[in-house]
C-alpha cells in the first residue's frame, strides 16, 4: 500500500562507512588504538567507544574487544558481554549495505510484512542475513518513529517512509549498481539549510520541515528543487507540525500568515515556485493558512506549541516563542518550590508509567548527595509512538530547558540524553542543539549567568527496546549491557553510579517549560481528573489522517480516530486499535469509546502508555498480533527473569500452536496461565505487560487466533 | 545433598553503613508469624531466618540479591502483583504471605518455564541429589511441563570439559547468573558473563572461549555457586555424590582457609569451603578447592625407609625398626660429637601439635636448643621486627579488616597470586573504593587488573626496601603529618625522639633515596601523603620485606611507619605479614628457634625455663641452639653430624642449593619425614613417611593468628600420626613422651602458653576458630591487636639505616634477579606438581624486560642460561614489561629450574633469613 510520495529515486544513500580495510588487523589495530588515545576510559564511554568502532569498521573483532577490555581495565567477558548484547553491535561483519525493514504494529499495519517477503525474494536472502556478494545486509528493525508513514525502511542514516515494492527495488538497485555518488550526504552540515538569523523581512520565504518523517518522504529533495529553482527565496527548514499525512507541507509566508501546501513533492515544485513571488492561497493546491488546517486548529497544543512553526536550532526563534521563560522563573525559585510548582501541576511522567513527576523530584531533591543526575529517557522504543522525536527534532531547546529546571529542582550538575540509535537524524539535531545552548551560555558552568551549573551529555542507545526501561537505560549509561535491575533501590534513590538520578521522558521534561513558565495551576487546569494537562497522541498504522494530535485527556478513542485519523488509509473499516505501543492493548470497537486518560484505560485493561495509537484495518489476523507481542518481547527480553526471558519463547510457541489448531483448548489454558504468570512475575514492564496485548486478542479477537486464516510462512518467522 | 544443608538465608545481611542503620529492627508479619530483623533485611532473609523457606533459585546469601529466577515471590499486603521477596526489604507492620494459591501457581509455572528448556535427565546426571533446581521443582510441585519438549531449547549446546578440575554443561544452564556474580563479587576475576539477551541469553567466558582460554582463575566459585549440574567437579562426575564430610583446614598457604571434606568412605569427593571459616568465609582458590590429589599420589611414600649410605638402595623397614635404627644412630653421633652434634628442624607446613613436640624432642631428648624451622627462610625477620617494635610476633589484624581499609599498601607481595583468597577480600574493598599502593619491583596484577588500579605503583629496585620504607616516614615526618596524639599516647617518647631526628634527615628525603632506588620522589611524596592521611590504612606485606639483608630493619620500618602515620590498633589499619605456608605463625609461636620457647620467650629467661623444665621433667640448656644456617654451616666445618628434617624441603628451598648440599652429604645420619621422596630426600639415611593434612589431628594458626582445627577426613595411611613418630623417637632416645591424642598435646600448648591459654580442640569445635591471644580473659580471641595499648607497653621506634646489600649488580652480572610465585602452584611445588595443576604452569620461566632481552637476543621462548656467582641454570625466557628493565624475575616451583643453585648466601642481619629477592646474574641464550 504505497504512500503518497513513496520514496522516489531522488533520495540516495550514504553507505555504511567501511571506509577501512578491515581485513588487515594492523590497519585495524593502529586506527583503534588512534581512536582510544583520543577516547576516555571511563566506564561511561565504553558503549560510546564500540559505537564508533562499530561504525568505523562495521564490526567489533574479538580483537578489538581484547584491546578495549585492556584500555577500559575491564575483563573480556564484560566487553563481549556488552557487545553481544546491543544489537547494533556485530561480532562479525555483514553485507556493506544495511537494509532494515520496519517491522514493528504501525508498519505491519500498513504491509510491512508483505513487504519482507518481497524483500527477501528480491535479494535472495532471509531477514538477518546478507546477499552472496556482499553488497546487502537484509534486516528487521522496529520502528523509526515514523508511523504515521509506514512502511518504512532504513539505509545508512536515511529513513524512507511510505516504501512499496517498487520503491525498495529502486534503493537496492542504487546500492548495488555503484550508484550511490549520487548519494545526497546526510550530514546536516551539507544540507541547504539557509536560516536567516534574524528573519530580515524583505525576504521571500518558504518553510521546508526537516524532521525525519518528513525526510522520509522527499522534503530534502522539495528544498533542493526549490533552490535550484528559485536561489531568491529563502528556505526555512522549519521542524514538522507532525500533520504526517500532508507532508511534505510546505509553507510560504503571506500576510495573513504561513500558507501551507500539502504533499509537495519535487516534481511539483515547478508549478509551486515557477513563477516570481510565492504561490499564494488562491493556489489549486493550496490548504489556505497552515494555521487553520481543521487538524491542527482542533488540537490545544502546549507541549508541541511551537513545534513546526520554528527552525529548531534558532536560538532566536526559541526565544521569540517564549523560550527560557520557565528557566528563567525557575532561576529565581529555590529548588523546593520547583518541585512544589511540578507537584501542583500533576504532571505524571509521560513515558508511559505516568508516575507523578513531582513525586519523583521531590525525592531526589530530598536524597542528600553531592552528585546527582538528570536522565532524559529518548529511548523511545515504543512501536507506534514518534512524539519524542518530533519534539526533539522541531524544538530540541525545549528539552534542554526542561532539563535544566529539573537539574535546578533536584541540585544535578550533570544530565544525560539518552536518545535511541534508530533516530540518526534527532541525533544530529540534539548534538547541534547542545553545542548552541552551551555557546549562548543556556548550558554549561554559569547558566544564564547564573551561579548554577548544568551539563548535558548525549549519549546513543545500542539497539535495544529493553533500554527505554529506566534501570535498564541507567545500566547501558554506565557502559553495561542493558539489564534490569531489581527495584529498590529506586533510580530516584540510587540510579545512574549508585547516585540519585530524575529519570523522565522527553515530553515530562519539555512539560515542564510550560508548568514553570505559565504556572502549575494553568497546567493542572487542562485535562481530566487525576490526569492533568494534555497528551500528545501519535496516530500511525492504517490511518488516513496520521500525524501527533496534542489535546487534553478525555477524548475518547473513537473521537481521536475518527474526527482527527479520518479513519483507515485503506478506506476499510477499522478492525482494532493499538493503544500504548507493543505492550499495549488492542481495543476492539466495543472499547472505543473509552475516554483517553490514564484511569480509564486501566479500567478496561489497556493503557494509554507513551500516547501511541495504532489503526488496523479489518485485514488484520488478531491471531499474528498475538503472537508477534510475544516475539516481540522475546526478540527484546533481556535475559535476566526468567517469565520474560523462557516465557516469551513459549509464548509465541503456543500461540502457534493455538492458531494451528492443535490442543487447542488446553494450549489456552496454558496461555492464560502464562500470561498471569508474566504479569505476576516478571522484573520489570516488558515482560509484565506482554501479557496485555496477547490477552486483549484472547478476549476480544478470539476467533482470529481459534479459527485463523492459513498461517503463512511470513506469520511465522519475523524475528 | 552435604553442602545444601548449610541454611541458605538468601540474600546476604544488611550492609552495616553505621551503627545506627543496623541496629534498628523491624517487626512484620510473615505467614501469621512475628519476625522481627534489622532494618534493611530483605523479605527472603526475614522468613528464611524464622525458618520459613520461601523457595529460589538464583538468590545464595553469599551474593548480593539479584532477583532474576522469580521462584521467590510472595503477596505483601497493600502492594501490586507479587513483589520478589529476595529484593524486596522488610518494612514495619508488613504483613507478608508466602504462600498462597496464586503465589503456588505462579511458582510452579515459573519452574514449569525453567524445565521446558532442561534436560529431563535427572537419574544419570551428576549433580542428582545435589541440585536445587531438582529440589525446587519438587517443592513447588511441578508435575508436567505442558508446552512439550520440541520448542526451542539449549539442549544441544556443547560441554566444555576444558578444565581439568570441572566442566561446563550450557545445556543445563538456567542463567541465574549466580556464577557470573560470584566471579564477580567473591572472587574478583570478571571471567564469566551473560552474553546475548533475552531467550538467547547464555553464560560464557571470556570472550565465548573455553573456561581454560578466558581469564579463569578456577578458583572455583562458581562451581559452588551454581544451583544445577552445569558447573560441576569432575570428581563429583566421577564418583557420584559424597556421603559424608569432615570440617577441617586448607594446608596451602597461610590464609588457613576452612574446607568442608567431602567423601565418599575414605575417599574425598571433592573440597567444599566453608562458609563459616573465619579466614575464607567460603572461598576457595584453585589449590585448596582443587588441587588436593597429591594426597594420594602414587608417588607418594607410606613405609619407613632406611639405607647406610646415600647411594645405597632404600630399604622398607617397620615402624618399630626405624625408630630404633634412627635413635641409635642419633645417640651414637652425640656419643662420639658431643649432644651438640644433632639438631631438627620444623616444618610450617606441619600442625602446631607436631611442631610442638618436635622442638619438645630436640630440647628435651636431643639434650640441646638446636631446633630451627622453616620460617628462618621466609618470615623470621617478621617475627623479630614486630616484636622489637610492638611487643608481638604477629600481624595486627585479621582479614575481615581489611574491608574497613580506605588506603591499602601492598610491599613485596603479589597476593592473587600467593594469597589469591585474601586477594579477593582485598579487591572487593579495592572495588568499593580504597585507594591502592603498591610497592614492588615487578607489576603484579594488583597494579592493574579488571576494576583494579592502584594509585601508586613504587616500583624500586630489588634491594632498596628499607630506602623507600625510610623516604616515606620522611614525607610523614617533615611534612607535618605525624598522628601527634597517637604517637605521644602509645609510643615510647625516647624512642621516638631519636628516630624522629633519624629519619627526617635529608639523606632519607625521597630526592635522595631516589637515587638507590629508582623511585621517583614526586610519586614516592604522593603515596607518603595518601598513606599518612587515610583514615584508615592498612599494609600488607609478603616475601619481598622479609628475604633480604635489611629483610628485619624493613619490617621495623614499616611498624615505624604505622606508628607515625596512626594506622593501627583499629578496624582497616595494622602491620600484616602474609605468612606463605599454611602454619608459619603456628611453627614460629610454638617454639620452635633456637632461642625461643613456645610463646617467644628466649631460653635463656630463668623463670620461663623452669616453667618448662618442670612441665617436661628436664633440665634444659639456657643458651641457644643452632640456626638452620649454622647447622648447615658446621657440619660443612664437620662438627655437625646428624639431623631431623621434618616436612621440609632444605635441599630445593633453601638458598645456595650447593652448600646445602656439601653441608647434608657431609652429615652421618639424616633423617627425613615427607610425603615424598624429595629433593633433601637424595641425601637422606632414614625416610620417615609423612601424613597428608586429610589424615592429621591438629591446628594450624594462619596469617591472621587464627587457630583452625585440622581433622582427620581419613585415618594416616602410613599407619602412625606424625607426633607418634616424634614421640617413638624421643622415648626410643630416651625422653619418654606419649600422648593419647593431639587435643591432649594441645592442652599441654595451652598450659605451658599465656596467649593460648584458652585453646582447646573442644573450645575450638565449639567456636569455630579463634585467633590468639585466647585467654580466660578473651576466650573468643582476639582480632586486632595493640588496640588501647601495644602488648609491649609502648610502641618502639627503632632506627633503620639504609645499608645497601652486599649483592650488587656488576658489570659480570649486571641485572638483579627476584624471585617470585604463581597461583597454580605452591612453593618448591612437591604437591601442586603431583596435579592437574601443572596445566597452568607447566615450568618455571624468567620474565626479562624486552629492552634486556633485545640486549641480549633473546626473543620470548628462547631457552637461557642465567649465572650468578654461586652456579648456573637454564629456564626458558618470557620477555614481558612486567618486570622493569635491569630486573629478571623467576619462581622455583620446579627442581629442574633449581632457581636456589644461583641464590647467594646473603642473609638477614637479625634472624639469617636468606637474601632470596636479590641475586646479582647475567642471562644469556643458549644455542
Known amino acids: 500500500m504505497p504512500r503518497q510520495g513513496g520514496t522516489g529515486h531522488a533520495h540516495g544513500t550514504v553507505p555504511v562507512a567501511h571506509a577501512v580495510n578491515t581485513t588487515d588487523p594492523d590497519h585495524e589495530l593502529a586506527a583503534l588504538n588512534a581512536l582510544l588515545a583520543r577516547s576516555p576510559t571511563d566506564a561511561e564511554s565504553l558503549l560510546p567507544l564500540l559505537q564508533h568502532v562499530q561504525r568505523q569498521f562495521g564490526y567489533v573483532s574479538t580483537g578489538a574487544m581484547r584491546v578495549i577490555a585492556q584500555a577500559f581495565n575491564l575483563s573480556r567477558a564484560e566487553v563481549y558481554g556488552v557487545v553481544s548484547f546491543y544489537g547494533d553491535l556485530r561480532e562479525a561483519p555483514v553485507g556493506t549495505h544495511v537494509v532494515q525493514l520496519c517491522m514493528a504494529e504501525a508498519c505491519q499495519a500498513v504491509g510491512a510484512r508483505t513487504l519482507a517477503t518481497h524483500a527477501e525474494q528480491a535479494l535472495g536472502v532471509r531477514l538477518g542475513e546478507s546477499t552472496a556478494d556482499g553488497l546487502v545486509h537484509l534486516e528487521a528493525a522496529y520502528c523509526f518513529g515514523n508511523c504515521a508513514l509506514g512502511p518504512s525502511m532504513r539505509i545508512g542514516d536515511h529513513v524512507y517512509g511510505g516504501v512499496d515494492a517498487d520503491g525498495l527495488d529502486a534503493e537496492v538497485r542504487a546500492l548495488t549498481s555503484g550508484t550511490s555518488a549520487r548519494a545526497m550526504r546526510d550530514a546536516l552540515s551539507e544540507r541547504p539549510m539557509i536560516s536567516v538569523d534574524p528573519r530580515a523581512a524583505s525576504v521571500l520565504r518558504v518553510y521546508v520541515p526537516n524532521d525525519s518523517a518528513a525526510r522520509s518522504i522527499g522534503a530534502d529533495q522539495v528544498a533542493e528543487a526549490i533552490a535550484r529553482l528559485r536561489p531568491d527565496l529563502e528556505i526555512v527548514r522549519n521542524g514538522s507540525r507532525g500533520a504526517y499525512f500532508l507532508e511534505p507541507l510546505i509553507e510560504v509566508d503571506s500576510a495573513d500568515g504561513r500558507v501551507g501546501f500539502g504533499n509537495i513533492t519535487a516534481a511539483h515544485v515547478p508549478d509551486l515556485f515557477g513563477a516570481t513571488g510565492l504561490p499564494g492561497r488562491d493556489h489549486p493546491r493550496s490548504l489556505g493558512l497552515a494555521d487553520d488546517v481543521p487538524w491542527l486548529r482542533q488540537q490545544q497544543r502546549i507541549t508541541f506549541a511551537r513545534v513546526g512553526l520554528i527552525d529548531p536550532l534558532s536560538l532566536s526563534e526559541y526565544r521569540a516563542t517564549g523560550g527560557w521563560r520557565g528557566l528563567e522563573r525557575a532561576l529565581r525559585m529555590s529548588p523546593q518550590a520547583i518541585v512544589n510548582e511540578v507537584k501542583g501541576s500533576g504532571l505524571r511522567g509521560r513515558g508511559g508509567a505516568a508516575f507523578p513527576a513531582g513525586i519523583k523530584w521531590q525525592t531526589v531533591h530530598d536524597t542528600q548527595s553531592v552528585t546527582k543526575y538528570i536522565v532524559c529517557n529518548a529511548d523511545e522504543g515504543d512501536s507506534g509512538t514518534f512524539a519524542d522525536r518530533l519534539l526533539m527534532d522541531a524544538d530540541p531547546f525545549q528539552l534542554l530547558e526542561g532539563m535544566t529546571i529539573a537539574a535546578l529542582a533536584v541540585g544535578a550538575t550533570r544530565g544525560f540524553i539518552y536518545l535511541r540509535s534508530e533516530y540518526p537524524h534527532t541525533m544530529e539535531i540534539t548534538a547541534r542543539a547542545l553545542q548552541l545552548a552551551r555557546d549562548a551560555g543556556m548550558l554549561g558552568p554559569s547558566l544564564m549567568g547564573s551561579p548554577h551549573r548544568f551539563d548535558i551529555t548525549l549519549r546513543i542507545g545500542g539497539g535495544a527496546y529493553i533500554c527505554g526501561e529506566e534501570t535498564a537505560l541507567l545500566e547501558s549509561l554506565e557502559g553495561k549491557r542493558g539489564v534490569v535491575r531489581a527495584k529498590p533501590p529506586l533510580p530516584a534513590l540510587s540510579g545512574l553510579f549508585g547516585q540519585p538520578t530524575v529519570v523522565n521522558n522527553v515530553l515530562t521534561l519539555a512539560a515542564v517549560t510550560s508548568v514553570l513558565a505559565n504556572g502549575a495551576t494553568l497546567y493542572a487546569g487542562v485535562g481530566r481528573d487525576r490526569s492533568t494537562g494534555t497528551m500528545p497522541f501519535q496516530l500511525g498504522g492504517n490511518v488516513l489522517r496520521g500525524g501527533l494530535v496534542e489535546v487534553p485527556f478525555g477524548l475518547t478513542l473513537r473521537e481521536l480516530v475518527q474526527n482527527f485519523g479520518g479513519g483507515t488509509y485503506s478506506t476499510r473499516p477499522m478492525k482494532a486499535i493499538q493503544v500504548g505501543g507493543p505492550l499495549g492493548a488492542y481495543l476492539p470497537e466495543s472499547q472505543w469509546d473509552t475516554p483517553l486518560d490514564y484511569e480509564s484505560f486501566a479500567a478496561v485493561g489497556a493503557m494509554l502508555g507513551h500516547g501511541g495509537v495504532v489503526v488496523f484495518d479489518d485485514t488484520v489476523d488478531m491471531g499474528v498480533q498475538a503472537q508477534f507481542a510475544m516475539e516481540f518481547c522475546a526478540h527484546e527480553s533481556c535475559g535476566k527473569c526468567t517469565p520474560c526471558r523462557i516465557g516469551s519463547t513459549r509464548g509465541a510457541e503456543v500461540i502457534g500452536r493455538i492458531r494451528r489448531g492443535e490442543s487447542s483448548r488446553a494450549n489456552w489454558q496454558l496461555l492464560e496461565e502464562l500470561c498471569e504468570t508474566m504479569e505476576l512475575g516478571s522484573l520489570c514492564a516488558l515482560g509484565g505487560l506482554t501479557p496485555m496485548p496477547v490477552r486483549s486478542v484472547m478476549t476480544h479477537f478470539p476467533g482470529d487466533l481459534l479459527s485463523p486464516a492459513p498461517v503463512r510462512a511470513r506469520d511465522e518467522v519475523l524475528l | ?927
Open chain 2, 1 to 927: 545433598m552435604i553442602t545444601t544443608m548449610r541454611k541458605d538465608l538468601g540474600t546476604p545481611p544488611p550492609a552495616v553503613t553505621s551503627a545506627v542503620t543496623s541496629a534498628v529492627p523491624v517487626r512484620l508479619e510473615i505467614d501469621g508469624v512475628s519476625v522481627t530483623v534489622p532494618a534493611g533485611t530483605s523479605v527472603m532473609r526475614a522468613a528464611r531466618a524464622a525458618d520459613i523457606n520461601v523457595a529460589k533459585l538464583c538468590a545464595t546469601d553469599s551474593l548480593a540479591s539479584f532477583g532474576s529466577c522469580r521462584l521467590c515471590v510472595v503477596e505483601i499486603a497493600g502492594r501490586k502483583g507479587l513483589p520478589a521477596s529476595c529484593t524486596t526489604l522488610v518494612e514495619e507492620g508488613m504483613v507478608v504471605r508466602t504462600q498462597t494459591e496464586r503465589v503456588a501457581r505462579v511458582r510452579r509455572n515459573v519452574m514449569e518455564l525453567y524445565i521446558s528448556d532442561h534436560p529431563l535427565d535427572c537419574l544419570t546426571c551428576a549433580a542428582n541429589g545435589d541440585c536445587e533446581l531438582q529440589d525446587m521443582a519438587g517443592a513447588v510441585g511441578l508435575r508436567e511441563v505442558r508446552y512439550g519438549l520440541d520448542g526451542a531449547n539449549h539442549l544441544v549446546m556443547a560441554k566444555d570439559e576444558s578444565n581439568p578440575y570441572f566442566t561446563f554443561d550450557p545445556s543445563k544452564c538456567i542463567v541465574c547468573s549466580r556464577c557470573v556474580r560470584a566471579c564477580e563479587e567473591i572472587q574478583g576475576t570478571f571471567a564469566l558473563s551473560i552474553t546475548d539477551r533475552g531467550f538467547g541469553a547464555k553464560v560464557s567466558a571470556g570472550m565465548n572461549e573455553s573456561f581454560m582460554a578466558s581469564e579463569c582463575v578456577s578458583c572455583g566459585a562458581c562451581v559452588q555457586a551454581c544451583p544445577t549440574a552445569t558447573l560441576t567437579e569432575k570428581t563429583v562426575i566421577a564418583a557420584g555424590q559424597p556421603d559424608r564430610t569432615v570440617k577441617t583446614t586448607c594446608a596451602y598457604c597461610g590464609v588457613g582457609c576452612s574446607f568442608n571434606a567431602e567423601l565418599k568412605g575414605n575417599e574425598v569427593v571433592r573440597m567444599v569451603p566453608a562458609m563459616e571459616g573465619g579466614a575464607n568465609e567460603g572461598h576457595s582458590c584453585v589449590k585448596g578447592r582443587f588441587a588436593w590429589g597429591y594426597a594420594s599420589h602414587r608417588d607418594r611414600v607410606l613405609k619407613p625407609m632406611v639405607r647406610e649410605r646415600i647411594t645405597d638402595d632404600w630399604r622398607e623397614v617397620s615402624w618399630d625398626e626405624v625408630i630404633a635404627y634412627t635413635a641409635s644412630r642419633f645417640l651414637d653421633i652425640q656419643k662420639r660429637h658431643g649432644v651438640g652434634a644433632i639438631g631438627g628442624i620444623s616444618s610450617s607446613r606441619c600442625t602446631n601439635e607436631e611442631v610442638y613436640v618436635v622442638q619438645k624432642m630436640v630440647r628435651a631428648a636431643f639434650h640441646n636448643n638446636n631446633i630451627d624451622t622453616c620460617a628462618r627462610v621466609c618470615h623470621s625477620p617478621t617475627g623479630y621486627g614486630l616484636k622489637q617494635t610492638f611487643g608481638t610476633s604477629a600481624g595486627t589484624q585479621d582479614f575481615k579488616s581489611v574491608a574497613h581499609a580506605d588506603v591499602i599498601v601492598v610491599i613485596g607481595a603479589n597476593p592473587t597470586d600467593a594469597h589469591p583468597v585474601f586477594a579477593s577480600r582485598m579487591k572487593r574493598r579495592l572495588r568499593q573504593g580504597a585507594k591502592l599502593i603498591v610497592i614492588d619491583p615487578r607489576r603484579i596484577d594488583l597494579v592493574r587488573s579488571p576494576h583494579i588500579e592502584a594509585t601508586h605503583h613504587l616500583s624500586l629496585r630489588p634491594g632498596t626496601n628499607v630506602a623507600v620504607i625510610n623516604a616515606l616516614a620522611h614525607v610523614i615526618v617533615t611534612e607535618g603529618l605525624v598522628r601527634e596524639d597517637f604517637v605521644t599516647e602509645r609510643c615510647d617518647a625516647l624512642s621516638f625522639a631519636q628516630w624522629r631526628e633519624f629519619i627526617a634527615r635529608p639523606e632519607q628525603s625521597p630526592e635522595a633515596t631516589e637515587a638507590h632506588s629508582g623511585v621517583p620522589a614526586g610519586e614516592l611524596r604522593a603515596a607518603a601523603r595518601l598513606y599518612a592521611t587515610a583514615q584508615n590504612a592498612a599494609i600488607y606485606y609478603g616475601l619481598g620485606v622479609t628475604e633480604h639483608s635489611q629483610g628485619s630493619t624493613m619490617v621495623m620500618g614499616i611498624a615505624n611507619l604505622a606508628m607515625v602515620a596512626g594506622q593501627l590498633g583499629r578496624e582497616g589499619t595494622g602491620v600484616n605479614p602474609l605468612r606463605g605456608q599454611n602454619n608459619v605463625q603456628g611453627a614460629c609461636d610454638m617454639g620452635s628457634f633456637p632461642h625461643e620457647l613456645p610463646g617467644y620467650r628466649h631460653i635463656s629467661d630463668t623463670a620461663t625455663r623452669h616453667t618448662f623444665e618442670a612441665a617436661w621433667e628436664v633440665t634444659l640448656d639456657a643458651e641457644p641452639g643452632l640456626r638452620i644456617p649454622n647447622m648447615l654451616a658446621s657440619a660443612n666445618a664437620g662438627q655437625f653430624h646428624g639431623i631431623f628434617v621434618h616436612g621440609e624441603d632444605l635441599a630445593h628451598s633453601d638458598p645456595d642449593t650447593t652448600h646445602v648440599i656439601a653441608a647434608l652429604r657431609a652429615m652421618e645420619l639424616v633423617v627425613v619425614q615427607d610425603l615424598f621422596l624429595n629433593e633433601t630426600a637424595k641425601f637422606a639415611h632414614v625416610f620417615l613417611p609423612g601424613t597428608a593434612f586429610l589424615e592429621k589431628d591438629g591446628t594450624f594458626t594462619n596469617a591472621e593468628r587464627r587457630i583452625n582445627r585440622v581433622r582427620p577426613a581419613m585415618p594416616s595411611r602410613t599407619g602412625l600420626s606424625e607426633w607418634e613418630i616424634v614421640c617413638k623417637l624421643s622415648t626410643a632416645m630416651g625422653y619418654p613422651m606419649s600422648y593419647v591424642n593431639a587435643a591432649e598435646i594441645m592442652d599441654e600448648i595451652a598450659s605451658l602458653t599465656p596467649t593460648f591459654a584458652g585453646v582447646s580442640f573442644a573450645h575450638l569445635d565449639r567456636v569455630g576458630s579463634v585467633q590468639w591471644p585466647c585467654t580466660a580473659v578473651k576466650p573468643l580471641g582476639t582480632r586486632i591487636m595493640h588496640e588501647d595499648a601495644f602488648v609491649r607497653g609502648k610502641g618502639r621506634f627503632l632506627i633503620t639505616e639504609y645499608v645497601p646489600t652486599d649483592e650488587k649488580s656488576t658489570r659480570r652480572f649486571p641485572l638483579l634477579l627476584t624471585t617470585g610465585r604463581v597461583l597454580s602452584q605452591y612453593n618448591v611445588g612437591t604437591a601442586t606438581r603431583r596435579t592437574a595443576n601443572v596445566v597452568w604452569h607447566e615450568e618455571d620461566t624468567l620474565e626479562i624486560h624486552p629492552s634486556d632481552a633485545e640486549l641480549r637476543g633473546i626473543v620470548n621462548g628462547d631457552g637461557v642460561r642465567m649465572m650468578s656467582r654461586k652456579g648456573a641454570i637454564t629456564l626458558h625466557a618470557c620477555v614481558t614489561d612486567r618486570v622493569p628493565a635491569g630486573v629478571v624475575y623467576t619462581t622455583f616451583h620446579y627442581p629442574d629450574a633449581a632457581a636456589n643453585v644461583i641464590t647467594t648466601e646473603f642473609s638477614d642481619w637479625a634472624t639469617n633469613c636468606p637474601e632470596y629477592k636479590v641475586t646479582a646474574v647475567e642471562v644469556r641464550p643458549v644455542d
